[in-house]
């Protein structure tokens, strides 16, 4: 046990996150069936103090490693997938917050304004307060340099107008991490943390999809004003910069809920097979089961690897091919294995409300959650050829 856990007295978080799991694994269905956000899943992580796991301790954190997230995150996405990945989202947050270096953002000439107020956000984090990331739009997704929102300076501070879409938790978080364009410049990407509570900040319910289906991310409508203080950094355009030297809270952060929900495919499979009479002794069946074995074994050693090398050397050339290695393993398999269980456990388990119809669903947006499958792939063919993946392709990645 470590220090931290020690001081915790309850064990380290991913431990805490493995005793709550049958709580969330019992709730999943009835939250997949109605399509409304598991609070009560979020109530028992801000009971927990996870919504601190990557704040620091001085800020009354727990001070976790991005290596300490992907724990978290895979023994969260065994019990509810959609709960783990919208924690991924207020992780996203905190996690790029805490790991931007302060002689980095010193470099590029932010005022000490930029410290005070991230250490305010990260201990409001910490005494309970849930982010979400309002980026994507419709038509470009998550590729910061084709937004359509935008933002103009006013005397107030700015203004921002535009819509996003899939933005995951909307109506539940405290403010959202909202990505938008210079009026005056294309080039400049900047990020504002609007408060929920903002004047012409609209929710439209428009999530209801084929997967993860409980984790409210409807269309978030923004004609708003807010103050200097909601500009993140307090410098414009730091969007795109903390994007390519952080691509793991873009990329990889979902990487560990894929493998989480392709371990849980596994899992319900065994259970059901095991339960069916003479299900588990068809060789067939039980070669599935071993392949998907090795399936995820394999895919999480990549995740943990690509978790170990962002929290020891963050935005390295190399750490960043595992970052993209591990996203694109962890969504293909996840829908591989999802659809193989489902298959080995036949027709019975295909019916709406089965577990494992609910996670074949949950596993297949693994490959389509930005960035998707064949994009990883495109990066990586790209790079392994000898060539800059960040500026080669048919688009900008950011």
């Keep these: 046990m470590s220090e931290r856990s020690e001081r915790m007295g309850v064990g380290e978080p991913w431990e805490v996150v493995a005793r709550l799991r049958p709580r969330f694994t019992d709730r999943a269905a009835e939250s997949d069936r109605t399509g409304d956000f598991p609070a009560a899943d979020f109530a028992d992580l801000r009971d927990a103090g996870l919504f601190g796991l990557l704040v620091p301790e001085r800020l009354g954190g727990m001070g976790c490693s991005y290596a300490d997230y992907a724990k978290v995150a895979f023994e969260l996405a065994r019990g509810n997938g959609a709960t783990a990945l919208v924690f991924n989202m207020h992780a996203s947050v905190t996690g790029a917050l805490a790991g931007i270096p302060d002689d980095m953002v010193r470099a590029l000439g932010v005022s000490e304004e930029f410290f005070s107020s991230r ?11 849930f982010y979400a990331v309002a980026m994507s739009e419709r038509g470009v997704g998550s590729r910061l340099s084709q937004l359509t929102a935008r933002y103009e300076v006013i005397d107030e501070g700015f203004h921002i107008k535009g819509s996003k879409s899939f933005v995951s938790g909307a109506g539940h978080a405290e403010a959202y991490l909202v990505a938008a364009r210079s009026s005056v410049d294309d080039s400049m990407v900047s990020q504002f943390l609007v408060p929920a509570g903002t004047e012409g900040l609209t ?22 004003i807010v103050s200097r203080g909601a500009l993140l950094g307090g410098v414009e355009g730091l969007a795109l910069l903390v994007a390519q030297l952080m691509p793991h809270w873009m990329v990889a952060s979902y990487a560990a809920v894929y493998v989480g929900v392709a371990q849980s495919c596994v899992d ?8 069916r009479g003479g299900l588990a002794a068809l060789p067939s069946v039980r070669s599935r089961v071993g392949r998907a074995d090795a399936a995820v074994a394999a895919a999480r050693l990549v995740v943990d690897e690509a978790a170990r090398r962002v929290t020891e050397a963050p935005g390295d050339e190399e750490t960043n091919r595992w970052v993209w290695r591990a996203k694109l393993l962890a969504g293909t398999t996840a829908m591989e294995v999802g659809a193989s269980m489902l298959e080995a456990a036949g027709t019975s388990a295909s019916r709406r409300g089965h577990p494992l119809e609910r996670l074949f669903r949950d596993a297949r947006c693994g490959s389509l959650q930005p960035a998707t499958s064949d994009v990883c792939a495109d990066w990586l063919g790209i790079a392994t050829l000898g060539g800059d993946p960040d500026s080669e392709g048919v688009a900008p990645r950011w």
């Design 268 to 275: 319900e499979a065994v259970a059901y097979l095991n339960g």
């Design 203 to 224: 929710i439209e319910a428009t999530w209801d999809s084929l997967g993860m289906r409980a984790t409210s991310s409807h269309d978030l409508h923004l004609d708003v």
């Design 119 to 129: 250490d305010a956000i990260l201990a409001d984090a910490a005494r309970g307060a």
